[in-house]
Structures are given as structure tokens and as C-alpha cells.
């Protein structure tokens, strides 16, 4: 269902290539101000599912609800309803609100879940598959309360194009089918993925095969004409918590009173400015939004533009800035229900600025905290592609706004199913360790806690105090560093949309500084090298973000250009 609305640079652009690429791909996007509505998210189908909404009338909550319900039809491997997520609204006064959708761990959860019997961690490995993983899913919670907040279509209305994807079917296409195939050895064990996914010979559906997911749709009938209660009450609740319990080691896991007791919180939003625009996005237990802050804040004083995206001496402050901020985030971060999380101090302008002190243009430097084993960060892993969240943003004809960014965690999430839908592995977003030198570890388990997370839904307010930009990303410990990099390529260099997704991956993961493949010629290697940085490992970078940009030529939507060519569906 195309609209006239959007228009996409229709070119792939390639990454832009550190130290090597002089002219930069022109600006193709321009578009008029779009008279329903704007979106942009991972998969068209989704993205036609927001704009039905919009041209329905409704407002943008009500299509980031309906996208968020279709991804979990098209793109099950990295989000749905048996995830959570964020939700960051904004209006063009400023006013910005932010909505906690992440899942709880069960009562029976204690700071020894994910230890084995012998009180070691356990293995990711040994965790995901299992119900110990499990979060209470918060992605139906979070979108009622949306809803009741911002909504303006009846609720049932927003399930309308999720219903048809699932009882009619779509199209595989091979970024689904490269994920079933990746994951092979647990996307399908549930039978009703395999029903699903698979043919008669056990393999993944051809690219082009219609998916019919009738058990899904089901749900969403169920859920469009009970509301969440239809999820989280009576037999509904019930039935979920028994699948997971029946998939828990020792069986004590989830309960119907776990799901039950499940609530999407307001937070405070994170705020901050950047060379006068101001930022906003989603705070504890988040991560995400207040390493963007403090990466760009400690950045500021650094003539960012002079040096330009192909500079590694960019490159160099940039991971600087990012080594800062991640130490941080790594002691002080959790659910802050139960740790008090230090946010005023962490975006303290004058804490920014001592920190931001410690970056020298000409050595890296040591940094003083910190990593907790298990953290998001040292279990980024080897993967190349990004699978288990999804991003979406929409902006509505009455320039309301929303950043929502939704997850299942990994791939397929924990590769359980109950009623058609993954059910997330939130729950590995925990400390695998619960104490360290004698000190509980911030972001260890504990019983209705939530998980501490990377994601970074977020608004940019420009100067003047219009919103310029909604952005958030996909690609867990990556996602914060996606988002500042894509800020600064928009304020600093002047980017387009697509060419601020587009700018290389350079991040410190573990002991390693992955840089992402086909993005820094040797010369560049060897620059940083001088820096005082080493062990790079040159790799693709799981990296999905999307934005929607104001311009001079009106709004422009743009999704991740290194998922153009996956998102085919002829074979
Ligand atoms: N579960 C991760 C988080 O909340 C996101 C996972 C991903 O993007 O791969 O930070």
C-alpha cells in the first residue's frame, strides 16, 4: 500500500567510507509536509499498517501501535507482543512524555536465576532457550496505556492490519528467511513455527511464500475485542504462564499473578541539549538515552564539523566519548524501582564537562569503571546483523510525535511460542552476576525488576524549538552509539537522513574496537593505530535504525540502507 506521503531514496547508499570517500551521495529524500502523517519502520508492511492509521485520522500513537502489532506478523524474529518495549511521545511545544513497556522477571526470580546449581553464572547459551529468560511481556501494557493516553481510533481498529497480515498471509522475504536459516537450530522448534515457517521438507518457506499465521491472528482478535485483559488476566494469563513454566529448569518460574501484577510505567524523560538542540528520549532502566547525552554532551567542545565523518581523528574522540560513557553506564545503570540511578549527576553539564576533560585529541586514555560479566555489552557477541528489536517513528498531521522502539531481545527471543508469538529473553539483559568485589551489582535479577537496556527511542528538538528529528535503532549495546553518531551526522556534518544511517560503525566492544567491514582502509587502521587504539575487529556491524527528519523540503523517512536488499520478497 503505497502513499504519496513517502518518498525513500530509492539508491541503496553505501556506508561512508572512513578517509576515502570525498563527495557525499546527494539528498534525494526531499518531500512535501506530509498532510496525514509520516512513518518510518524496519519492514514496508508495517510501515503501510501506521499509515492506514494516519489516514484513518489516526494520531501517531495509534499507528505506532499498529506497526507495532504488524511487526510482530512480519518481522517475528525481532519484536512483537511477547517483548516490550519504549515509547517516547512528543509534541511540537516540547512537551515530552516517556512510557516504560519493559518486561518484570517473576517472583520466583532471585539474584541466583541465572546462576546454575553450584551459584556460577550460567552460560547465555544455557539461559536464553529456557523459561528462565522469560520476561512478562509489556508491549500490550504499554500500547493500552498509549492508548488511553494519546490514542483516538478505537482500540480494536489498531489490530485491524495485524488481523489481515496473519489470517491472509505475507510475503517471506529474505531478510526472514536468512534469519530462519541462521538460527535454524532453534527459530523453528516450536511446532507452531515450524507449521508456520517451515515446508513439507523442514527448511525455512522459498522467499515469496505466503506466511499465514492463523494462531496469531486468533490472539489479535481476542486482544482487539478484550482489551489487555485478554493477555494479562484469567485464562489467557494462565495459559502463557504455564508455558513458560513448563519451559522453566525446576519448574518455578512465571505465574498468572506475575502476569497479572505486569504495569507499563511513566518515567521521567532524559533530556539534554547539543550545540542548542535539545534531546530527549527514555530513561532508566534504560541505558540507552543517557549514554546519547553524555557521549554527545562530552563531545561539544569539539569542532566536530571541521573534522568530518571520514576523520579519524573524529572516529578517535567519538570512541572516546563512548568509552566514558559506557563506563558509566556500566556501574550505575538499572531498573530504578529498586536502584537509585545517579541520572541528574550523570547529565550534569559541569559533571559532563570533567569527564569530557579526560578525552585527550592526541592518546586514548585509560577509562576507570567497570564491566559487569554478562552486561549487554560483553554479550554483544560476533553476530553481523541486527534481529531481535525493532524500531519505528511517526509523526502525525497534528505534529505529535513518537519514538517507539520494541524488542523480543534475540533473534526469535527465547524461541518459545504461545499463541503465534516469540516470547521475548529479556531476562538476559540482567547481570549474570549478581555481586562483584562484595557489592551487588546494579543491574542483577531481582523479583518484578526489569532488565536494564540499550534501546534509545528519542526526539530532537532543533534551535528553534521544532522537532527535527524522531530516531531510535535496533542492535542492543550498538544502539546508543547508532543514535549519537546519527545526531551528529545530521548537526555536525549536515547529513541527509539516509546518509547519517549510513556513516560507518566504530565502537569499542569488550577488548576489541569493532569497525564496521567495507568502512576504513588500512590508512585509517593505521591512524587510529597512532591514537594509541588497537585490536580492531573489521566486521559487519548489527546496526537498524530508522528516523524521521524534518528538512528545508519538508519531512523524510528513511530506514536502515544496509537492510535494502533483504527486504525483497521475489525470489
Ligand atoms: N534487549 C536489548 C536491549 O533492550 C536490545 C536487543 C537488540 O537490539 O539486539 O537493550
Not at 144 to 157: D, F, I, Q, S, T
Not at 214 to 229: K, V
Not at 315 to 337: K, N, T, V
Not at 339 to 349: H, K
Request: charged content about 15%; hydrophobic content about 45%.
Amino acid at each position: 500500500m503505497a502513499t504519496p506521503f513517502r518518498a525513500r531514496a530509492a539508491a541503496l547508499i553505501a556506508p561512508l567510507l572512513l578517509g576515502a570517500c570525498t563527495t557525499l551521495p546527494a539528498i534525494s529524500s526531499a518531500i512535501a509536509p506530509p498532510p496525514a502523517g509520516i512513518v518510518s519502520a524496519a519492514d514496508p508492511r508495517a510501515e503501510a499498517a501506521g499509515e492506514a492509521m494516519l489516514a484513518q485520522g489516526g494520531s501517531a500513537t495509534d499507528a505506532a501501535i499498529a506497526i507495532m502489532l504488524a511487526l510482530t506478523v512480519v518481522e517475528p524474529q525481532s519484536s512483537g507482543i511477547g517483548g516490550g518495549g519504549f515509547f517516547v511521545h512528543g509534541d511540537e511545544r516540547g512537551t515530552v512524555e516517556t512510557l516504560d513497556g519493559r518486561e518484570t522477571a517473576p517472583a520466583a526470580a532471585s539474584p541466583q536465576w541465572l546462576s546454575g546449581p553450584d551459584g556460577s553464572p550460567l552460560r547465555f547459551d544455557q539461559a536464553v532457550h529456557t523459561g528462565l529468560s522469560v520476561g512478562v511481556p509489556g508491549n500490550i501494557a504499554l500500547a493500552a496505556e498509549a492508548h488511553r493516553r494519546h490514542g483516538k481510533l478505537p482500540w480494536a481498529v489498531l489490530f485491524e492490519p495485524a488481523i489481515a497480515l496473519a489470517r491472509d498471509g505475507f510475503a517471506m522475504n529474505q531478510r526472514l528467511r536468512a534469519s530462519l536459516v541462521a538460527n535454524a537450530g532453534f527459530a523453528t522448534n516450536d511446532p507452531v513455527a515450524r507449521r508456520v515457517f517451515t515446508g513439507p521438507d523442514g527448511q525455512p518457506q522459498a522467499v515469496g511464500s505466503i506466511i499465514r499465521q492463523p494462531e496469531l491472528a486468533a490472539t489479535f482478535e481476542r486482544l482487539a475485542a478484550g482489551g489487555p485483559s485478554a493477555f494479562y488476566r484469567g485464562a489467557e494469563a494462565t495459559a502463557l504462564a504455564e508455558r513458560v513454566r513448563a519451559a522453566t529448569p525446576g519448574g518455578n518460574g512465571m505465574t498468572a499473578a506475575d502476569i497479572a501484577g505486569y504495569r507499563a510505567r511513566e518515567r521521567a524523560p532524559v533530556c539534554g541539549t547539543y550545540r542548542r538542540h535539545r534531546i530527549c528520549g527514555m530513561g532508566p532502566p534504560s541505558s540507552g538515552g543517557i549514554a546519547v547525552l553524555q557521549m554527545l554532551g562530552q563531545l561539544e567542545r569539539f569542532e566536530l564539523g571541521a573534522l568530518g565523518p571520514q576523520s579519524p581523528q573524529f572516529w578517535h574522540l567519538f570512541l572516546e566519548s563512548q568509552r566514558l560513557a559506557y563506563a558509566d553506564r556500566e556501574l550505575y545503570i538499572g531498573d530504578p524501582d529498586f536502584v537509585s540511578v545517579p541520572v541528574a549527576g550523570l547529565l550534569d553539564p559541569a559533571y559532563l564537562a570533567r569527564r569530557s576533560a579526560l578525552i585527550d585529541p592526541a592518546r586514548r586514555s585509560p577509562v576507570s569503571a567497570g564491566r559487569p560479566t554478562g552486561a549487554p555489552l560483553a554479550a554483544l557477541g560476533t553476530h553481523g546483523e541486527e534481529q531481535g528489536t525493532s524500531h519505528f517513528s511517526v509523526l502525525d498531521s497534528a505534529g505529535r510525535a513518537v519514538s517507539y522502539t520494541s524488542t523480543i531481545e534475540s533473534a526469535f527471543g527465547s524461541s518459545l511460542m504461545h499463541g503465534g508469538f516469540y516470547l521475548n529473553n529479556e531476562l538476559t539483559d540482567f547481570s549474570f552476576v549478581a555481586a562483584r568485589d562484595g557489592r551487588p551489582v546494579a543491574n542483577r535479577v531481582e523479583d518484578g525488576k526489569r532488565p536494564r537496556s540499550s534501546m534509545a527511542p528519542m526526539l530532537v528538538y532543533d534551535p528553534q524549538g521544532r522537532l527535527l528529528m524522531i530516531i531510535g535503532a535496533a542492535g542492543g549495546g550498538t544502539i546508543p552509539v547508532q543514535i549519537a553518531r546519527s545526531i551528529i551526522g545530521v548537526v555536525d556534518f549536515g547529513l541527509s537522513a539516509e546518509q547519517a544511517l549510513a556513516l560507518p560503525l566504530v565502537m569499542e566492544v569488550g577488548s576489541t574496537i569493532m569497525i564496521e567491514q567495507g568502512s576504513a582502509p588500512a590508512a585509517a587502521l593505521s591512524q587510529l593505530e597512532a591514537l594509541g587504539h588497537g585490536n580492531f575487529a573489521v566486521r559487519a556491524a548489527p546496526v537498524k535504525a530508522n528516523i524521521l527528519l524534518r528538512t528545508p523540503g519538508g519531512w523524510v523517512s528513511a530506514r536502515e540502507p544496509r537492510m535494502a536488499a533483504s527486504l525483497g520478497t521475489t525470489p
